[in-house]
């Protein structure tokens, strides 16, 4: 307890931790939003750190920080602790400098691929090759009345999808994929999909509008997968359904600049804690092997809640 006091008694540590409360950011993002020099915000991180106050997850050379709960104490204190954060003077400032870079995340994400549409799927299927999934994926998916794809990409999927549900919506943030989503649907006579344009964090459907929402590699490309994995439950009915398909964690740290990813994979007990905690159950995770050359697949499915759970 001492230790956690020592800790947070300190304006600098106390801005740190209100920011990575609901962000997970690098250092290189921490120094421009509290306006100081790395040294400075990794001594401070690193005494945060040794405290239990945050977490820290290594993706290569980068490091992503968030408020984890290592110390038990912490964690016990942390509601009220929350609360009075709200008053620190810097406090509005320090959230609208975190938008900004969220934001600076997602407009590269939406320039590369804008740039990059009509090369998306030999890009991708050559760059970082994996094994075989998608008829895996699609067993996950069950039969509803309404299915959202997110992230659809050049459409690869969506004419599979289409025999899952009477009506078919997908949804992406650039408008190059979606003419070359538009140009496979038209080709591979798919009666009734729809597109639409639309972040993955603010979904252009309405609150339980969707039996199932599957996600198609495309949780590595978000700036804030755990805001991204909230809105997939908003948009989902009660009993409705979630599949995803993503990378397991790996080292070649190239794809953020040549495939745009946010993030090198995942591992698989941090999809299940972030999937539960976005307010999912009955969780599954299956990992499919990988060939020489490849990169393992993960395949998850997850159900919300009823209405009266």
Not at 46 to 74: C, D, H, M
Not at 278 to 305: C, H, M
Request: with cysteine; hydrophobic share 45%; aromatic share 4%.
């Amino acid at each position: 307890m001492l230790e956690l006091f020592k800790a947070l008694a300190d304006p600098c540590r106390l801005r740190l931790v209100a920011v990575l409360l609901n962000s997970e950011l690098t250092v290189q993002e921490l120094t421009q939003i509290m306006g100081m020099g790395q040294s400075r915000i990794s001594r401070h991180l690193k005494i945060l750190a040794e405290a239990g106050v945050l977490s820290v997850k290594r993706q290569g050379t980068w490091s992503y920080y968030r408020a984890g709960g290592q110390n038990p104490f912490f964690s016990a204190i942390r509601p009220e602790f929350e609360r009075e954060l709200e008053q620190l003077p810097e406090r509005r400032n320090d959230l609208a400098a975190v938008a900004q870079a969220l934001e600076a995340r997602r407009k590269r994400s939406l320039e590369f691929f804008d740039q990059h549409a009509a090369q998306w799927d030999e890009l991708s299927r050559t760059l970082l090759p994996v094994p075989e999934y998608q008829e895996a994926l699609l067993a996950l998916v069950p039969e509803v009345s309404v299915l959202l794809e997110i992230g659809v990409g050049t459409g690869t999927l969506m004419a599979q999808l289409a025999g899952k549900a009477r009506q078919v919506i997908g949804v992406d943030h650039s408008p190059a994929m979606l003419v070359e989503a538009r140009r496979r649907l038209v080709q591979d006579g798919v009666p009734g999909a729809e597109l639409r344009l639309g972040e993955m964090t603010h979904l252009p459907i309405a609150d339980g509008g969707a039996g199932c929402v599957v996600a198609n590699m495309v949780l590595h490309h978000a700036a804030d997968p755990q805001t991204v994995l909230a809105e997939m439950v908003r948009v989902l009915q009660p009993q409705g359904t979630v599949v995803l398909a993503d990378l397991a964690r790996h080292e070649r740290e190239w794809a953020r600049e040549q495939l745009a990813d946010q993030w090198l994979g995942f591992e698989e007990d941090e999809l299940q804690a972030w999937l539960k905690g976005a307010g999912l159950t009955e969780v599954s995770v299956q990992r499919l092997p990988s060939g020489v050359g490849q990169e393992s697949v993960l395949l998850v499915k997850a159900v919300k809640a009823g209405a009266g759970d």
